[in-house]
């Protein structure tokens, strides 16, 4: 291995050893605290534009598994570990390595590094700060780090371009993507739902006229209110129609479009085994959290929505329900991937309001 930096706009140098892609690369640094799946976390579109900091200390154990992608081609910037695990490859040699996926992928990563430094750190500038992870890190490599702007227009990177089919015998869901984690499609498939997905920039118009029993608005990373204002339009729209399920961003935006705020976090939730009230069972589940916005509580307009989770350690609102309309969400990820199955259930919850509504006509 060779020499890396993980440096940081403020002048802040941490040294350690390259692995993966020897490219030089940009973004947010933020931190994650799952103990296991790296690669689902790796693969996750909610990272774009960033780099992920593992507070597990050892990473890599396990091999690549061509079965668990959240997405196909990661557009994550970079990751920084403690120790990097030389493991992966099994009897038949099928299985990639992290160090030999991230090469594929053109992904760079550090280990060989104070990770709990990097972490405190983060935790004190109180919001993410923007680094580069460089070969040498010298006035020029500092100059290009303070030269860089971040796209804002994430989703629009992130979302497919084209409708595509992932087809079932069930019920017809529509699933519009905002950066969609596969393990929604996992859910909604293991319930035989005939899935379309649809690009972010979908109308009322061209959903509806694929006459679907609900629709899906899929996580997705960034600011919702960078995103366009149209979505808004459509989720007002097409809410009134037929039941909705929102997820992560699309919870965000589900909120925005029913008269909520949505404010940034001064430090952003990346983890498994969040503590969550549901509120009208008054039971605790615990669920997996990537989140850098939050619905500002007090601008929940209690004549349209009403919350429904919200997290034990800050009381944010976790998940919201509209009064008149079939339609619910919540911030956390019910899929897990990685993390807790115990709210699954939601997607029960989802094809039922379906089946339920189907009954009426």
Do not use: W
């Amino acid at each position: 291995m060779t020499a890396r930096y993980l440096i940081f706009e403020d002048g802040s140098i941490f040294a350690g050893e390259g692995f993966g892609s020897p490219a030089v690369t940009f973004g947010e640094v933020v931190f994650n605290t799952s103990m296991t799946g790296y690669q689902e976390i790796i693969t996750n579109q909610v990272y774009n534009n960033q780099i992920v900091v593992f507070t597990q200390p050892n990473i890599g154990s396990y091999g690549i598994q061509r079965n668990i992608y959240e997405s196909i081609v990661p557009t994550i910037k970079g990751i920084i570990v403690r120790s990097l695990a030389d493991a992966g490859t099994n009897d038949n040699g099928r299985q990639l390595t992290l160090d030999k996926y991230l090469q594929q992928m053109n992904i760079p990563g550090i280990t060989n590094i104070d990770t709990r430094a990097v972490v405190h750190k983060l935790r004190k500038a109180g919001k993410p700060l923007k680094g580069s992870i460089v070969p040498v890190p010298d006035d020029h490599a500092f100059d290009q780090l303070h030269a860089t702007v971040l796209t804002n227009q994430q989703v629009a990177q992130v979302s497919t371009s084209k409708p595509y089919p992932n087809p079932g015998i069930g019920l017809s869901v529509v699933v519009i993507d905002f950066g969609l984690k596969n393990g929604i499609l996992r859910e909604l498939s293991r319930r035989k739902c005939n899935i379309t997905v649809l690009p972010y920039t979908a109308t009322a118009e061209e959903i509806l006229r694929l006459d679907p029993d609900g629709v899906v608005l899929s996580s997705g990373p960034g600011n919702p209110n960078n995103v366009r204002k149209s979505v808004l339009e459509m989720i007002r729209t097409v809410q009134t129609k037929v039941p909705m399920f929102a997820i992560g961003l699309g919870h965000e935006l589900f909120g925005i479009a029913n008269g909520a705020d949505v404010q940034q976090i001064p430090v952003e939730h990346h983890g498994m085994n969040h503590p969550i009230h549901e509120i009208i069972t008054d039971h605790i589940v615990y669920a997996t959290q990537a989140e850098g916005y939050l619905i500002n509580r007090n601008s929940v307009d209690r004549s349209q929505l009403f919350i429904t989770y919200v997290d034990m350690l800050d009381n944010s609102v976790q998940g919201l329900r509209h009064r008149r309309y079939p339609a619910f969400s919540v911030q956390f990820f019910p899929d897990g991937a990685p993390g807790p199955d115990e709210t699954d259930g939601l997607f029960d919850e989802f094809v039922d309001t379906m089946n339920r509504r189907g009954d009426r006509h």
